[in-house]
């Protein structure tokens, strides 16, 4: 890792961007924890919990996030029309409408009507395409100057720095930092220590600009095809402006923003602010129809110039984005940034190692690969599929799957050799993943590598220790040396359950009947927290059998081993449909597996019926007590009496990030509650592990960086009421907090097992 500077301040993220991603990796988490760690996560982490609040009082959010998808959906699908439609509502409106093909068309369009009018300062409102195009260095190189008039950009421009968020351009600078900032780059005495001080002197520099001003830029949020409105949210009011100042107004926007009509502005007005700051509505929002009346009054040293307005839409990949059978998802994208406040990696290193070009972010591999090359994506590697930004996308964009499809088109990328074809073939990876490198068929295959570990567990768990054993580990598969292997155990899940069986079980007699899912996680790695969820539910009166373990696909999917995941998808669904058919739900202990059931079988399996009734019918087995026991009237607390756990009461309880995507977390609280245990909940949205995420050694360091939350909660509620028995539901949870911790953690169902046994 790279040695910091005296003044770690002294990097800039733009010395970052230039080097490899591996290094501005690197360098961007030592950053984020040395100088920027307050700044990033604290801004990220108060949009988030803002979001949360503000969704909470849409009353139709879930309808309205629906509106919002079909509005987007349909008009990406009529987008050659509408942008016809457009051009004669732009030039009946007395403006003029370019449809630029590239980013240098939209630059040389722009330069020549800027100097046709013989501009020489720009003002810019916060514009993301612009940056796509590289708009400012074209103009500053033909000697025009662009004053960013966003407070954000401003700060970034006088630092020289990218952008590091969507929203927030800025979000990384601390109040403190700008102070510095400022007072190095102005020769000023003004004391600069509060926002407000900050906010004022800007706003001078800034005001003067605006008088100054020859031509003003803006993008644009939507742009209405049947009148050529446009829609523009801001929070300062320079936007407003921008576009009511200098004579001249240029919006520029990407096509996807085009909207059939004004009245579909609704949606977005009300989703935009609350999916990116938490607000119920932004400071100002802006329906215009441009070109604007000229203002009653001409500025000091300007002549009474009539008003002109040209709005260039910009192509540079987006048509062929459009016709892509993935990637044309990310066309709905509203920019709100709700993915990157919501995604745990995000809020620890920011857009600059967490981001591209321009696009950062989850979203952002797809943009930079539509609008750029997919070779600049390769950020994109830092989404664990997660998916807590799935349900919090107000366009409910499945960007986990975009990023895999990403990751699948970077594998085949990848040069084949015979050592992968061969280890392929034994791990059983798909003849089109086989060329994927080393590492990735080696995550991808955990089940052969399961399977193996419990026949031979002695052997396999004494030789995963030797040191030896650990270097060629790390070199060749790249297993950080740092993490500690799981032990595998001796005997699986399906072994346990046949030996239970032989005993004689009674049979359960609530209706209907469950299959628990073997799950390979579980059975080839904790199979004695699958046992103890089998006895919860058959302490209930469930009548539970055990289906044979095969692979599910996400160990492949999480690895862009899409073939392999599809070809395990299609074989469970097979097996599975018999107990579905009898009438059986599906139980399945491990939650990354369950959301695989729920909502990433639609990506891999065309029989649209078999996706349903997987979706429908399955369940985490705690959920399924708690809606049991909800349903029937059990008792719980007398079912499953806390003060008979041989743990104790008082307990910590993290819920896995796919559980909480599942909606199938907060039942755990409720049922723990009322067997009478004292519960206090973590409140981060992922531990940092996910599955392979955290034992890859690119990766390790970011892992423990972004664990470091869920460790503190824990500290802090030690500390509050004493000591707290740690329980979660996933399997790299309770890895993760084991290393974190070093402490014992357990499934919620063996601490439910453990009321039974006295
Ligand atoms: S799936 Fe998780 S890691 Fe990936 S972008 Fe979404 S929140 Fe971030
Ligand atoms: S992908 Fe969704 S959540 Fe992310 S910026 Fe776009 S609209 Fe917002």
Redesign the pocket.
């Known amino acids: 890792m790279a040695v910091l500077p005296a003044n770690p301040s002294d990097i800039t993220p733009r010395q970052v961007a230039n080097k490899s991603r591996k290094q501005a990796l690197a360098e961007a988490l030592r950053m984020t924890l040395d100088v920027q760690s307050a700044a990033i996560r604290h801004n990220t982490q108060t949009f988030n919990r803002n979001r949360y609040a503000a969704v909470a009082r849409i009353a139709d959010y879930d309808a309205m996030k629906d509106r919002a998808r079909a509005i987007k959906e349909k008009a990406i699908a009529d987008l050659p029309a509408l942008l016809q439609q457009l051009e004669a509502s732009v030039v009946a409106n007395g403006g003029h409408f370019f449809l630029a093909k590239t980013a240098a068309d939209a630059n040389s369009y722009i330069l020549d009507v800027l100097q046709r009018h013989q501009v020489k300062l720009v003002v810019k409102g916060k514009s993301i395409t612009s940056e796509e195009i590289r708009l400012n260095p074209t103009l500053e190189a033909a000697g025009i100057t662009v004053a960013e008039s966003d407070l954000a950009e401003f700060i970034l421009q006088v630092a020289d720095e990218q952008p590091s968020h969507?929203v927030a351009p800025a979000l990384h600078y601390s109040r403190e930092r700008i102070t510095a900032l400022f007072k190095r780059k102005f020769d000023t005495d003004l004391p600069l220590d509060t926002g407000e001080e900050l906010t004022r002197f800007a706003r001078e520099i800034l005001r003067q600009k605006f008088i100054a001003a020859d031509a003003g830029i803006t993008g644009a949020n939507l742009i209405a095809a049947d009148s050529g409105s446009l829609m523009l949210v801001e929070s300062e009011g320079n936007i407003r402006m921008t576009t009511t100042l200098p004579p001249v107004h240029i919006a520029i926007a990407g096509i996807e923003k085009v909207v059939p009509s004004r009245s579909d502005f609704q949606s977005f007005i009300e989703l935009l602010p609350a999916?990116?700051t938490g607000q119920q509505l932004t400071s100002y929002v802006s329906i215009l129809r441009p070109p604007l009346p000229a203002l009653p009054f001409v500025a000091p040293g300007k002549t009474e110039r009539p008003r002109e307005f040209h709005m260039v839409l910009i192509d540079n990949g987006r048509s062929a984005m459009r016709e892509d059978p993935v990637l044309h998802e990310?066309l709905?994208?509203?920019?709100?940034?709700?993915?990157?406040n919501v995604c745990a990696n995000f809020e620890t290193v920011g857009g600059h190692a967490f981001g591209g070009e321009t696009y950062s972010?989850?979203?952002g591999g797809s943009w930079e690969t539509g609008t750029g090359k997919l070779m600049n994506a390769r950020f994109s590697e830092l989404c664990t599929g997660c998916s807590r930004?799935v349900p919090?996308?107000?366009?409910?964009?499945d960007?986990p799957w975009l990023n895999q499809n990403l990751r699948q088109r970077m594998n085949q990328t990848q040069e084949n050799s015979t050592v992968k074809s061969i280890f392929g073939s034994l791990t059983g990876s798909a003849p089109q993943d086989k060329a994927v490198p080393l590492q990735k068929q080696f995550f991808g295959n955990y089940h052969t590598v399961g399977k193996w570990g419990t026949q031979f567990a002695v052997l396999a768990n004494g030789s995963t220790r030797l040191p030896m054993a650990r270097d060629v580990m790390e070199n060749v598969f790249g297993v950080d040396h740092r993490r500690e292997l799981p032990a595998f155990p001796r005997k699986t899940w399906e072994q346990l359950f046949r030996e239970e069986q032989q005993r004689g079980v009674k049979a359960g007699t609530i209706e209907p009947g469950v299959v628990m899912l073997a799950d390979t996680f579980t059975n080839y790695g904790s199979p004695e927290r699958g046992m103890a969820a089998l006895r919860v539910l058959r302490a209930i009166g469930v009548d539970v059998v055990l289906s044979p373990s095969v692979p599910d696909g996400r160990a492949a999917m999480s690895q862009g081993m899409i073939e392999t995941a599809r070809f395990q998808a299609r074989a469970m669904s097979k097996m599975l449909r018999p107990y579905l058919d009898s009438g059986r739900k599906v139980i399945v202990v491990e939650p990354s597996v369950l959301a695989m059931l729920r909502f990433d079988f639609k990506h891999l399996l065309d029989d649209e019926s078999a996706v349903a009734a997987l979706a429908a019918n399955s369940f985490e087995p705690l959920q399924a007590v708690w809606d049991i026991a909800t349903e029937t009237g059990l008792d719980v607390a007398k079912l499953f009496p806390a003060a008979k756990s041989r743990y104790g009461t008082k307990l910590f309880y993290h819920a896995h990030c796919q559980q909480k995507t599942c909606n199938a977390a907060s039942q755990t609280i409720e049922l723990l509650r009322a067997a009478g245990f004292d519960v206090v909940t973590s409140a981060v949205e992922c531990c940092g592990m996910a599955g392979s995420f955290g034992y890859k050694h690119d990766y390790y360091e970011l892992s423990m960086a972004v664990g470091e939350d869920l460790f503190a909660q824990v500290r802090l509620a030690d500390l509050e009421g004493g000591p707290r028995v740690l329980v979660a539901s996933g399997v790299s949870c309770h890895e993760q907090l084991t290393a974190g911790m070093g402490r014992a953690i357990l499934h919620p169902a063996e601490l439910l097992q453990s009321t039974l046994e006295g």
């Open positions: 969507n999916s990116a990310a709905y994208c509203i920019r709100c940034s709700a993915c990157l972010g989850g979203i930004c919090n996308c107000p366009v409910r964009i960007i």
